[in-house]
């Protein structure tokens, strides 16, 4: 059974940075591409970042571009999203997601349809 567990989140100031965790089990973390999405309420579910297996190949949203930086540890079997100068504007509940596909970051990873298995969520949340 494949399980994506987040963590990290919580309650911040405009300004701080934080650190989201996924941890992965139940499959062959090496070979899956992983995604970062976010959905704020009453929004749909927005990409965010993505990573290749081999952290060969990244791809961000142009909104969190130059704030937020997505990397991986196969043998940890973890992906992270490192945030700095958060904004009111990120807040949202963050999922992250697995693909089992090989290969580069591409298009289609940047749409929910394009992800496997899915997380259940970290809450981010930015006081102005």
């Known amino acids: 059974q494949v399980q994506l567990v987040e963590s990290g989140g919580g309650l911040v100031q405009a300004g701080a940075s934080l650190r989201l965790s996924c941890a992965a089990s139940g499959l062959t973390f090496s070979t899956y591409l992983m995604g970062w999405f976010r959905q704020a309420p009453g929004k749909e579910r927005e990409f965010v970042a993505a990573i290749s297996s081999n952290s060969g190949s990244t791809a961000y949203a142009d909104s969190v571009k130059g704030r937020f930086t997505i990397s991986r540890d196969n043998a940890k079997n973890a992906v992270y999203l490192q945030i700095y100068s958060l904004k009111p504007e990120d807040t949202a509940v963050y999922y992250c997601?697995?693909?089992?596909?090989?290969?580069?970051?591409?298009?289609?990873?940047?749409?929910?349809?394009?992800?496997?298995?899915w997380g259940q969520g970290t809450q981010v949340t930015v006081s102005s």
């Open positions: 997601a697995a693909d089992r596909r090989v290969g580069p970051v591409v298009v289609h990873n940047r749409y929910v349809t394009g992800y496997d298995y």
